[in-house]
Each structure stands twice: as C-alpha cells, then as structure tokens.
C-alpha cells in the first residue's frame, strides 16, 4: 500500500478512535484520560496492534497538547487573580506540596530511583488536576459553593509552583551543573516577575496585540505566539509549557474569553493525542510489577488531599461537609502528572518503570477523583456527628 495512504489511514483510525473513546468517558460520567491511555497502551509497543509510521507527527502534535493546555490554563487567570490567590493560599499551598509530594518522593527513593526519580514521582503524585476538578465542580453544580475559591486558591498556587518546578526538572534531566541549575531557577523567576508586572501594568497592550476581528487571523495569531514563547522559553530552559502559560496570564479580558472559546477544541484534539502518544510510550507488560506501589501511592495520596482541602477550608470558616468537600475535589491527578512523567521519558536518569507506576497512578486517580467528589456527601453523612462541647463550670 502507498506509505502515505497508509499514515492517512492510521492518522483517521487514532482520532476516530479517541472520538469513540470521549464519548464512552462522557457516557459513565468520568474524564477521557484514563481511556486515552488505555488506547495509547493497546497500540504502542507491547500492545494489541503497534502503531506505523506515524510517530513523528503524534510526538508533535502531543508537544503542542501540551502548550494548549498550558496556554487555556493561563488564559483562565489574570495577573491580579493570581497575586490574589497567592496570598490567599500560601499556607495552603506549602501544605499541600508538602504532604502529596511526600509518598512519591518516599516510594521513588524505596525502589532505588535516586533525586531525579524522586523529583519526577514526587510532581507526579503533588499536583491536580484542575481540568478534571474544574468538569466535576460544574457537572455537580458546585461552582457557586463556599468552599470553591478555596478549591480554586490550592490549584492556583499549584500552578504557579510548576512555572518554578518544572525549569528545576529540566534542568536536572539535562545533567547540568548546579551553577547551571542555579541560573535555570533565577531565569525562570526572573520571567515570571516580568511577565506578571507586564500582564498588571501593560495587559490591555498585549491583548490587543493578538486581539482581531476575524476569527482566523485571531487564531493564526494567538496560536502562533504561543509557539514562538514556547519555542523560546525551551531554547531558554525554562520550559516550554511554561512560556504558554506566561502568555496566557498576559492576556487579558474579553481577548481571553474570546481565545478560550476558539482554542478549546484544538486544546482538546491535540491533547487527548498526548495522552495517546504517553500510552504508547509505556509497554503494558510493565504496569503489573507496579500496579501494587501504584495503589499504595493513590491510598496514601488519597488521604493526603483530602487532609489539605480539609485544613485549608477550616482556616477559611467552612463547615464540616464544604471541608470534605474541598478534599475530595483536589483529589483527582490527570493531565500535569502525565505532563511531568512525560518529561522524564527516555532521559538516562530515570528507571523505564517510571512512565509505568506514573500511567498505572493516574489511571487510578483519574477515575477515583471524580467518584470521591460525588460520593463524599453520603460517606460523611454516615459518619457521627461531633458532640459540641460542654462548657466548663468555673
């Protein structure tokens, strides 16, 4: 058969493939994720039916998912709304790193991984995922609840963690020095101040910038700025997901909401084929070894969320049902974990069993995060209710 009637037929049966996939995740009210690397699984190396020549294209387009995702993340938030939240949820958010970090740093040292492997599966089990959060907020309707700008001021500050974390990450996979890994960091927050000093003071000026009239000049140019930072903060070692980011807090207002609504779709194509394309980087025979420190790392990480949103809605003066409700929504793990085990593929410092135990993980919480979100209200109901104390007679 000609080799590119053959690509076009594999290319169709990948996205109409997913296509299936999305619609049976929307059927059992659960995020795509998981089935997208279950596909990736099934037809990458090891799987059912391997995949030809279509490599290169998939390689890049799941580098561009990754962007998108980034940019949209960004596009969400402005500058002021993120000076905000940091303030508001500082305590919160070294809470939060500090406690989900912990068992993937602990597990990663126990198998033998060394401090690039514990830096990679501590990201992996730290952050949420806030697109998954955010579905199962508006699915449930509890968009407008109290304890929502809590859920919303852990995410942010989690997110502003990886504009710091993943330079560092890079940094280390690379193999450079400590001078070197030294200057990745000071670059890294450099832009980052810059960035938001500029998205404060001259926004309107870079919306305005890639703003138009017309749908498709607008998207020619919000698209290809994104590309361009991207392709400069890679060049920079910052990381080029970060650029995406940076430039989407600079944008801001109806040019946002504009963007958002047109980048969606393309977010979501490009997107499920990066998770498609991690799939088929991990062999399937090597998630059964795992599957057991996988479970271990969703039992204690599980618990480890719910005690963050637990104690960072006490401190807000939530009630008992909005606290466990808080915990059980930032349970979720998703795109920015397989994001960050995706870094990590193929560079020598990191075992081959890392993409496993991290694709095995965030099978696990992507589906467990949303049934903790529904069920969390009857699980507490069931539980007795605390006795208000007596006063003490003086």
């Known amino acids: 058969m000609d080799h590119v009637a053959l690509e076009l037929l594999e290319l169709g049966a990948v996205f109409f493939g997913l296509g299936l996939l999305g619609r049976l995740a929307q059927r059992i009210g659960l995020s795509p994720i ?55 949820s500082w305590a919160a958010g070294i809470v939060d790193a500090v406690l989900n970090s912990a068992p993937g740093v602990a597990v990663a040292l126990i198998l033998g991984w060394g401090v690039v492997g514990a830096m990679v599966l501590g990201g992996v089990t730290y952050i949420s995922s806030s697109g998954i959060v955010a579905k199962v907020l508006s699915d449930l309707g509890r968009l ?20 710091l974390y993943l330079p560092i990450l890079t940094a280390l996979l690379l193999g450079v020095t400590l001078l070197g890994g030294l200057s990745a960091v000071g670059i890294s927050v450099a832009v980052i101040a810059v960035v938001l000093l500029v998205a404060l003071r001259y926004g309107r000026y870079v919306s305005a910038l890639v703003d138009s009239d017309d749908r498709e000049v607008f998207l020619l140019k919000i698209l290809g700025a994104a590309l361009l930072i991207a392709g400069f903060a890679q060049a920079m070692q910052v990381s080029a997901a970060i650029g995406a980011f940076l430039l989407g807090i600079a944008v801001s207002g109806s040019t946002a909401e504009n963007a958002t609504k047109l980048l969606e779709p393309l977010r979501d194509l490009f997107a499920a084929v990066f998770f498609l394309v991690f799939g088929l ?39 008992r049902m909005g606290r466990a409700r808080t915990g059980a929504a930032l349970v979720a793990r998703g795109e920015f ?14 075992p081959a069993e890392l993409s496993a135990l991290a694709t095995a993980y965030v099978l696990i919480m992507a589906v467990l995060g949303p049934v903790a979100a529904r069920y969390v209200e009857p699980a507490v109901r069931l539980l007795p209710a605390r006795k208000p104390r007596e006063p003490v007679n003086v």
């Open 34 to 88: 998981p089935l997208y690397l279950l596909g990736g699984l099934a037809f990458g190396s090891g799987g059912l039916i391997p995949l030809g020549d279509i490599g290169d294209f998939t390689s890049l387009a799941g580098e561009v998912g990754v962007i998108l995702l980034l940019l949209l993340l960004g596009l969400e938030y402005s500058a002021a709304e993120l000076v905000t939240g940091l303030r508001r």
């Open 144 to 163: 407008g609840n109290r304890e929502t700008p809590v859920i919303l001021s852990v995410l942010v500050f989690e997110d502003l963690v990886m504009a």
């Open 281 to 319: 980087t991990t062999d399937p025979k090597a998630i059964p070894p795992v599957i057991g420190w996988a479970l271990v790392l969703a039992v204690s990480t599980t618990l480890t969320k719910v005690a963050t949103g637990w104690w960072a809605a006490k401190r807000a003066g939530i009630g």
């Open 337 to 350: 974990s397989i994001v960050i085990a995706g870094l990590a593929v193929g560079h020598p410092g990191v």
